[in-house]
């Protein structure tokens, strides 16, 4: 069983920034599909960001540009560095993991087995 974990969630004001990192206990994690998802509340958990096991990233539009996802390979972590967040940016974040090298688009909850417990983030305007 896949076991994720993630942190880095709080606080901060609109326009700041804030750095989520994902602890997988998959021993291909690196090699592997990852993702970051958000669900506010009342919505859907949407796909934000995926990265394969190449490294090719997928973004969607609404963080394009301010939001990169990437494998730190020294602090074994999926990171995902959030910056110009807007108060739109407010929800869970999860990480997630999917057992094949390639990722799939959209970026969608189907496509991937394991998943993180979430960490909040509130963007405040």
């Known amino acids: 069983q896949v076991q994720l974990v993630e942190s880095g969630g709080g606080s901060v004001q609109a326009g700041g920034s804030r750095r989520l990192s994902c602890a997988a206990s998959a021993s291909n994690w690196r090699s592997s599909c990852m993702a970051w998802f958000r669900q506010a509340p009342g919505k859907e958990r949407e796909g934000v960001a995926s990265?394969?096991?190449?490294?090719?990233?997928i973004y969607a539009d609404s963080v394009k540009g301010r939001f990169t996802v990437s494998k730190d390979n020294a602090e074994n972590t999926l990171t995902l560095q959030m910056n110009s967040l807007k108060p739109e940016d407010t929800a869970v974040y999860y990480c997630?993991?999917?057992?094949?090298?390639?990722?799939?688009?959209?970026?969608?909850?189907?496509?991937?087995?394991?998943w993180g417990q979430g960490t909040q983030v509130t963007v405040s305007s």
């Open positions: 990265i394969d096991g190449f490294g090719t990233t």
């Open positions: 997630a993991y999917r057992n094949l090298v390639r990722c799939a688009t959209p970026i969608a909850t189907r496509y991937f087995s394991a």
